[in-house]
Each structure stands twice: as structure tokens, then as C-alpha cells.
């Protein structure tokens, strides 16, 4: 029981014990990332940032849930998923003999940017 409790207190962090920096540090960063290109960064348009099917699956449903809602993209695992000439293209798939469709986004591996989203009816 004292184990359990104190991996609770040891998880269990409140706003009071962080440090938080604060939107206008948010904001200098983002005005700086905008204009000063020799600034430390690991996007440097070369690196395959995103590496594996999973990081690009757990991508691809933050956003698709969001459009489309959890249960509707959910309901097409697995997903087929394909790395190819950089670019994450994924799609749902649908029971043999359904009828209706699928969605299709494809992501770039290289700086996570959206080039394409879609759900075929």
C-alpha cells in the first residue's frame, strides 16, 4: 500500500509544483522560429522526423479524430499506412463487402506537415 502510494503522490504533479514560462515566452519563441533560420532546430528539412508507422498512426489520428471524429476513424483499423519518397500515406480500411469510405491523409515525414486530408463516402 505505501509503494501504490507513493508512485500516486510521485505522478500525481499539480500546476503549483511546475515551472511554466509563460505565452509571452511562447510568443518570442514562435516571432524568433519565424525569423532567425540559424536558430538550433531539428526540422532542418533533411531528417526524417517522423521514423515509423506508429508515430505517423498516432499523428494522423490526433488530427482525424478531430475532423471526423474518434469513433468513425476507429471503426477503420487497421489502417494501411506506407512510407513512400518521404511522405506517410495513410488510409482506413473497410469490412470485406461494405460499402462507404475511407479516410486518406498523407503527412510529410520530413517536417510533419498535412499535404492532403480526405474520407471518401
Not at 531539428?42 to 489520428?61: G, H, P, R, Y
Not at 473497410?94 to 499535404?115: R, W
Amino acid at each position: 500500500m505505501t509503494f501504490l502510494s507513493f508512485a500516486l503522490s510521485a505522478c500525481g504533479q499539480t500546476k503549483k509544483e511546475r515551472l511554466f514560462l509563460g505565452k509571452s515566452y511562447a510568443q518570442e519563441e514562435l516571432k524568433l522560429a519565424l525569423t532567425d533560420k540559424k536558430q538550433h532546430n531539428v526540422v532542418d528539412n533533411k531528417t526524417v522526423i517522423i521514423k515509423d508507422s506508429l508515430t505517423a498512426i498516432n499523428i494522423a489520428e490526433a488530427i482525424l479524430f478531430g475532423i471526423y471524429g474518434k469513433e468513425n476513424i476507429t471503426k477503420q483499423r487497421p489502417y494501411e499506412t506506407y512510407l513512400l519518397n518521404n511522405y506517410w500515406v495513410l488510409t482506413g480500411t473497410l469490412p470485406k463487402g461494405s460499402l462507404g469510405g475511407t479516410f486518406l491523409i498523407i503527412i510529410n515525414a520530413i517536417d510533419c506537415k498535412i499535404i492532403k486530408i480526405t474520407h471518401g463516402k
